[in-house]
């Protein structure tokens, strides 16, 4: 069942994505009075078509294999490599015989849907689930950090001012993965004004780390919401509820990341540990594993919160929309720089599924298809044949020289691109395949 709503998610999200794309194209391209004569979702590969109709001048339907779509603009040299078409005169009605500018615009019309289709999903993500956020200034006692939040420059009741210099409004926005990429940071520390920079090397001791958060706000001590069977907590005797007061007797706990920062510096020894549990301390010991104590705690932090206006949905659906574009961006960089392997980074269909999950979320759903429309937005803006940007460079070219290429170069152009995109597509499936018996 959990493979069937990945699967199910990943096709709805896909569906969603590719049709809005094409229908970026479609629509500029009959605003220009040029002939769409395929409009399809999925590809239709060797002529194989699931579903197919005809409405005027168009025929729509849906392929057999669910890798994108696309719309088969008259008069232009795409992915269908019609020659036959291209070698007779061109039509009023056909995209060759349309000014570069307007070319240009069906070009970039699917690009164009598929950002605002992500700055909307992010938006509307925010109107309809997350509704508030936890303003900064209400975190009166700061952030405490985990080991890697030390080693980048934090330190324990640190108040958050700026990032990049952008003052911050929300907590969610100083949890920014940017941090780990490298970033100038403000913080207030025992009243001054302290500034500190975290360099891009930051990102491989962070990859390293065992710690997937920087820090958390300091929510003061915690209790223990689940202990594990069969784990030194639980053959020690803690239970739920159990608050822990210190370790070894002079190390006082005051929060979760702090706790948790010594438990792993104690991986392997022996260490007592003072609990409170219905008014009564009480001492247990205990040997720390290799994992910790097998113990979780309540997450649910209370902290007063700030509802989100229309204006600011907005505001933050774009502005969260283009940091995860850019850290996208970042992380593309990296791989082509050699400083994270395209294995670990790239995803497929397969890949995909698994971010969405077994378990249907809408609030999830919604947010991974948003950012999903984000990397296609910029995968296909990428000046590479075959992909949109490989057009708008050329058409560029062309409205900047005053002169087209050949249709014959064009083709051999597309064909070079389609070859590579094959490439690609084969490398992050059967990377995907081979993660599955890693």
Do not use: C
């Not at 699967?7 to 220009?32: D, T």
């Amino acid at each position: 069942m959990t493979g069937l709503i990945m699967a199910a998610q990943l096709i709805l999200g896909l569906s969603i994505l590719v049709l809005l794309h094409e229908m970026g194209h479609f629509l500029a391209a009959k605003a220009f009075g040029i002939k769409v004569e395929k409009f399809y979702l999925f590809f239709d590969a060797w002529g194989i078509k699931l579903l197919k109709f005809k409405y005027k001048d168009t025929e729509y339907g849906i392929g057999w294999l669910p890798l994108g779509g696309y719309v088969k603009i008259a008069g232009m040299i795409d992915e269908s490599m019609d020659k036959e078409q291209m070698k007779e005169e061109p039509k009023d009605w056909e995209f060759r015989s349309k000014p570069a500018w307007q070319r240009l615009i069906v070009m970039i019309g699917g690009v164009v849907v598929n950002l605002v289709l992500g700055v909307a999903l992010f938006t509307m993500v925010i109107l309809a689930f997350e509704k508030e956020y936890v303003p900064i200034s209400v975190l009166d006692n700061g952030i405490s950090p985990y080991n890697i939040g030390l080693e980048a420059g934090f330190k324990e009741g640190d108040k958050i001012i700026s990032i990049n210099n952008k003052k911050l409004v929300r907590f969610k926005d100083a949890l920014s993965v940017s941090l780990v990429f490298g970033a100038d940071v403000e913080v207030e520390r025992d009243g001054e004004i302290v500034k500190f920079t975290i360099d891009d090397e930051f990102y491989n001791k962070y990859k390293e780390s065992e710690d997937h958060a920087l820090f958390e706000p300091s929510s003061g001590r915690f209790e223990v919401f689940q202990v594990m069977e069969n784990r030194p907590a639980y053959e020690a005797g803690i239970e739920t509820g159990d608050v822990i007061l210190s370790i070894n007797e002079d190390i006082e706990i005051i929060n979760w990341p702090q706790f948790s920062n010594v438990i792993r510096e104690h991986r392997n020894e022996e260490i007592s540990l003072s609990i409170l549990r219905n008014g009564d301390t009480l001492d247990k010991s205990l040997t720390v594993d290799s994992l910790g104590i097998g113990i979780m705690r309540n997450m649910n932090a209370d902290f007063p919160t700030q509802k989100y206006g229309f204006g600011q949905a907005i505001y933050y659906g774009w502005s969260d929309a283009m940091e995860m574009l850019r850290l996208n961006i970042t992380g593309l960089g990296k791989i082509f720089k050699g400083q994270e392997k395209a294995t670990d980074s790239l995803q497929g269909p397969i890949g995909i599924a698994q971010i969405y999950g077994g378990v249907w979320d809408w609030h999830k759903f919604w947010y991974i298809t948003g950012l999903l429309s984000l990397i296609l937005a910029f995968m296909n803006i990428l000046p590479i044949p075959a992909l949109d940007g490989g057009h708008v460079i050329f058409l560029l070219i062309e409205i900047i020289t005053r002169r087209k290429l050949s249709d014959r170069v064009m083709g051999n152009i597309q064909m070079i691109g389609m070859l590579i995109l094959f490439a690609l597509m084969f490398f992050v499936i059967g990377n995907d395949i081979f993660r599955l018996f890693k």
